[in-house]
């Protein structure tokens, strides 16, 4: 499943910003990336803000002689094939070694045969220019998929209200995301938000029910070996979940989707997005952060916030102003 997004960069420091930006949508390396646009359209300025949004503090230029430069101590491989013809650059191609960080190669349609991960062209727009990512280097699954998925697992009716809800939530924010010039896999996003809560009840503290919630013989006893088979909690066992079906990247945007705690802090835009937008609805009702912490105080704190609950809605007011700096539209 291809995931793409369109971006539109005004000016120069646009185009840099949304090559910054797309260092915090990279899931795995090594990884090679083409750049495809006209003389002057912007490629190297693209390229130095995605190396600085990888952390590399070097002056990246364009390698039309040099042909590649490697920057970040191997972390970034720049090429350019503008000046070779077609079979030079095949040949090119073919004397590279093993790369274990990011390649980027503008002019890729030099010579064929370049299995991209990532693919960006970039053309002209009567504003500026048009930039379109295509992503196709992690796996994603259909929401039919993730439908069977929990009907098999028997997840209660209100999850699945609430992870829809999210769902529904992630797509607004992601909207917004990419009007600011930042892209995001809104595919890998939408199905990481449909099955964040796939296995959430291996962490009821009942699986026979309680005065709540009394789930049927059939749903106890299935809901025990998926516990059994992928532990708790059920962030961990969703990732595992999706991992064991060979969703790996989309489980590693669930991973992360509590915000708060060792080995759960969001990296990636999607983790961003995930983390943030769970927090904006009880079951499927649209609520605010400080709306949702304190549903969190009645549920959970028997009517008194924790010092954790406390950083953990400071935790969360942060990253709402990282995905809106000037608070959240909606």
């Known amino acids: 499943m291809i995931d793409s997004c369109k971006l539109l960069a005004g000016n120069e420091e ?22 495809r646009g006209e003389l002057g359209a912007g490629k190297t300025t693209f390229v130095q803000g995605f ?33 070779l013809s077609s079979m030079q650059a095949a040949e090119f191609m073919r004397t590279l070694d093993p790369f274990a960080g990011i390649r980027v190669i503008e002019w890729s349609d030099r010579t064929q045969g370049i299995e991209a991960d990532i693919d960006i062209e970039i053309s002209e727009a009567n504003n500026g220019r048009r930039v379109l990512v295509s992503f196709a280097d992690i796996m994603i699954p259909s929401d039919a998929q993730i439908e069977t998925w929990m009907e098999d697992v028997m997840l209660p009716e209100h999850i699945q209200r609430h992870v829809r809800k999210v769902a529904d939530v992630c797509d607004t924010v992601a909207e917004h995301i990419l009007a600011q010039g930042r892209p995001v896999r809104k595919k890998a996003l939408r199905a990481a938000a449909l099955t964040h809560d796939l296995l959430r009840f291996v962490d009821f ?66 983790q961003y997005i995930l983390a943030y937008s769970d927090k904006r609805a009880v079951i499927d009702k649209p609520v605010t952060l400080d709306e949702r912490f304190d549903d969190f105080i009645v549920r959970y704190g028997k009517g008194k916030e924790s010092d954790t609950a406390k950083e953990w809605r400071t935790e969360m007011k942060r990253i709402e102003t990282f995905l809106f700096e000037e608070g959240a539209p909606f």
């Not at 840099?16 to 083409?34: C, D, E, F, M």
């Not at 590649?68 to 720049?78: F, I, K, P, V």
């Open 14 to 35: 646009q185009m840099r910003k949304i090559g910054i930006s797309l260092a915090q949508t990279i899931y795995r390396t090594p990884g090679t990336i083409v750049l």
């Open 51 to 83: 190396a600085t949004g990888l952390g590399i503090t070097e002056g990246v230029t364009s390698p039309t002689y040099a042909l590649e430069q490697r920057y970040g101590n191997d972390t970034l491989s720049h090429i350019d094939l503008y000046r």
């Open 205 to 270: 503290k009942s699986l026979t029910g309680d005065d709540v919630f009394t789930p049927s013989a059939k749903q106890t006893k299935v809901w025990t070996k998926n516990k059994e088979t992928y532990g708790t909690p059920h962030e961990a066992a969703a990732e595992k979940f999706l991992a064991e079906r060979n969703f790996i990247d989309v489980g590693r945007i669930v991973r992360t989707h509590r915000g708060h705690g060792t080995n759960s802090m969001p990296e990636t835009i999607e």
